[in-house]
């Protein structure tokens, strides 16, 4: 079963409720409607309405939240904020204005499940409008981004799929942002695809095999990961060989193998690693790359790039639903 | 034109707002990262406190260069007077 085949199936068990801030961009009201038909989720656009209705789709079943007629709700919601981060409530009603604060703000109140943005905003202010609002989830102090990749003809992974994290967010993460890249990726498989994690956190060295301030960071984000989730499965610092071959796992680490060479997930130092690992699998193994995918989140937060078509825009929704 | 001991004002105080620090602790010349550790969010949101005070637009790319509060009052004298 594909990837994407797997991620749809387990949003229609859930249904979750999906906001789309940018719901005066045409595509995004085709992708909502078409979520929702499909049992996806349960859409909710923000818009003009006037500007929904002119597109002459058939908005049946999806929400339709105007700003302008829910003066009331605005004010409840900024009071709300205000008092609980004891920051100005004039402010906030004017950042409420804007569609995308409204809908982070509407996952922050439950009233949405997770959020689908970047169309018209910039990635940039779709991370800050929903680490503001929306929040962080508990132990994670920074968002980042994972990727599942899907290898042709390994049998490593899970049946050949791995999540690679952090690959297009965070340039420099510091030990406690890696340990929290590593919760943050371990608890987005398992939401998103079921998968129990592996966790391996890589870098030039095995187990000491190097020194270098370098290798210090990542065996102190590990430290991090094991007092904050005594039990969990997470391991290193090692070299990518003993995170995926178990031939190598087993002689590089002779004591407290973890992870024995079966990782399912593998946290990169840092972005220049990241993003080139990533770039490298999918260039030379052919492999399909699902992502950047945002994590991090109190909820599910997806990004969308400018050029998204609508099928695009579908796929980010039937992430965050998977992911809620 | 905002005044500049009122602009000055309002910048030490949104940055203990925001920071939760003591305002006594600050001054123009405190750095935002080398003595503050200033994060993106938190710069954030001083700077939607100054956008709605002075009603300007204040983006991200623009408080790149800011390396002091003094950098920010600065900054916001200069949009005011591009107005």
Known sequence: MGVMTMMQKRAQT?????????GNEKAIVKAAVAANKQGIARSILIGTKKIIAGYGIDTTGVAVVDISENIEKKETYAQSYAESVDYPQEVVTHMLDDPLNFGAMMVRQGEADGMVAGFVNATESVILSSEMFVGMAESVETPSSFFIMDIPGWPGGENGLIAFADCAVVPQPTKEQ???IALSTASSVKALLGWEPRVAMVSFSTRGSATHPDVKKVMEAVKIVKEIKPGFCVDGEMQVDAAIVPDVSKRKIKTGNALEGKAN???FPDLDAGNAGYKLVQRLANAAAYGPILQGFAKPVSDLSRGATVED?????TIVAAMV | MADQKQLEEFVLNATSKVLKRDKNTLTMETRWVEDLKIKSLQVFMINMMLENEYKVKITMARVADNKTLMDVVDMVKELLANK
Do not use: S
Request: no cysteine; charged share 15%; glycine share 10%.
């Open chain 1, 313 to 317: 825009i579908l796929g980010a929704a």
């Open chain 1, 14 to 22: 859930k249904q979750p409720r999906v906001v789309f801030p940018e």
């Open chain 1, 178 to 180: 890696l340990a929290g």
């Open chain 1, 265 to 267: 997930i593998i946290i």
